[in-house]
């Protein structure tokens, strides 16, 4: 799994240890949360199932390789993301809405060639406007990296379709139960506020819960989730 994958089961593990606790105060109260609450449980199961089979698989180097190069243009994309994005904010360039829209997780929830296919209209794009874009920082260097490390990470989609074995199948099965986790988290921080007259310390407690911890080289930094704003 990639830094920012194991961030995200930690912290969604640590959200479904909360509300599995505090099951019996908040179910009677608020009967709507269970659907999102289970769709987390079943999510968060199946993606350990499949973690745990595949890692009796052989096609973990490679996989692991496809899953650096991932990262690795991913993190070349958002340097030029930001820059599209205060582009698009002054106004001039109301084409740009699309691709200002990206975010890191956005992108990340995209799978295989859907997300080569946004990397590369990202670069596309970013092109003809290097001279604006380098007034906001975007050097012709990083725009570079993003067309490099796409076409880097194109290839090694192509290959799974030849080289795929029981460890890539599993491998991507896991990744779509992330994001179905992903999904259901989303949908609880819309909810879990409305608790709040009855329940304020167990809406603080999920909203501490919903803090992802940076669980790579750097160390450990605590890094906000999304924001969970009171309805």
Do not use: C
Not at 19 to 37: G, Q
Not at 96 to 104: E, G, K, P
Not at 208 to 221: I, M, P, S, Y
């Amino acid at each position: 799994m990639t830094d920012v994958e194991i961030n995200f089961q930690g912290m969604a593990l640590n959200v479904l240890k909360l509300l599995s606790e505090a099951r019996p105060r908040w179910e009677l109260l608020y009967k709507k949360l269970l659907p999102d609450f289970t769709a987390l449980e079943t999510a968060l199961a199946s993606f350990d199932d499949k973690a745990q089979q595949r890692s009796g698989t052989g096609s973990q180097g490679y996989t692991e390789a496809k899953d650096l190069a991932e990262v690795a243009a991913l993190d070349a994309a958002m340097p030029v993301v930001q820059g599209l994005k205060a582009l698009y904010q002054d106004g001039q360039h109301p084409a740009l809405a699309t691709v200002a829209a990206h975010t890191r997780t956005k992108l990340d929830a995209l799978r295989g060639l859907t997300q080569v296919a946004a990397l590369e209209s990202l670069y596309q794009t970013a092109l003809p406007l290097a001279a604006e874009l380098a007034e906001e920082m975007v050097s012709a260097e990083q725009l570079q990296a993003l067309h490099e490390r796409t076409a880097a990470y194109k290839p090694l989609i192509g290959a799974a379709r030849q080289q795929i074995n029981s460890g890539s199948v599993l491998r991507e099965a896991a990744v779509q139960h992330l994001g179905e986790a992903r999904a259901a988290l989303a949908r609880l921080d819309v909810r879990m506020p409305n608790l709040q007259p009855l329940l304020p310390e167990l809406v603080a407690q999920y909203q501490q819960a919903r803090f992802l911890v940076n669980a790579g080289k750097g160390g450990a930094k605590a890094a906000p989730a999304p924001a969970v704003t009171p309805a």
